[in-house]
Nanobody, 122 residues
Framework: QVQVVESGGGLVQAGDSLRLSCVVSGRALGRSAMGWFRQAPGKEREFVATISWIGHTDYADSVRGRFTMSRENAKNTVALQMNSLKVEDTAVYYC????????????????WGQGTQVTVSS
């Protein structure tokens, strides 16, 4: 059984930083892409960042330049370093494992964590 567990969320002020972590158990990451998505209250889940098995990354325009995604295949972990946080970054952040080697679409991700809340106050 695959488990995806996120951690690192919390309440911070605008301009602060947070680092989210995600551990996957029950399967090796292999060549699967990993992704971070987020869902704010009243809004649909949206793409945040993705990373390929060799470390290529892509980001939503809203976070590019502020967020950095990384990956440690040997430890089955990924992380999302979030700097210069804004109030509009407030959301539940989800980590997910894709069945493809590269995707920014949530429909290509099969295994999801429960999410971690990130709240940014002004």
């Amino acid at each position: 059984q695959v488990q995806v567990v996120e951690s690192g969320g919390g309440l911070v002020q605008a301009g602060d930083s947070l680092r989210l972590s995600c551990v996957v158990s029950g399967r090796a990451l292999g060549r699967s892409a990993m992704g971070w998505f987020r869902q704010a209250p009243g809004k649909e889940r949206e793409f945040v960042a993705t990373i390929s098995w060799i470390g290529h990354t892509d980001y939503a325009d809203s976070v590019r330049g502020r967020f950095t995604m990384s990956r440690e295949n040997a430890k089955n972990t990924v992380a999302l370093q979030m700097n210069s946080l804004k109030v509009e970054d407030t959301a539940v952040y989800y980590c997910a494992v894709s069945r493809t080697t590269w995707s920014i679409s949530s429909v290509d991700y099969d295994d999801w964590g429960q999410g971690t809340q990130v709240t940014v106050s002004s």
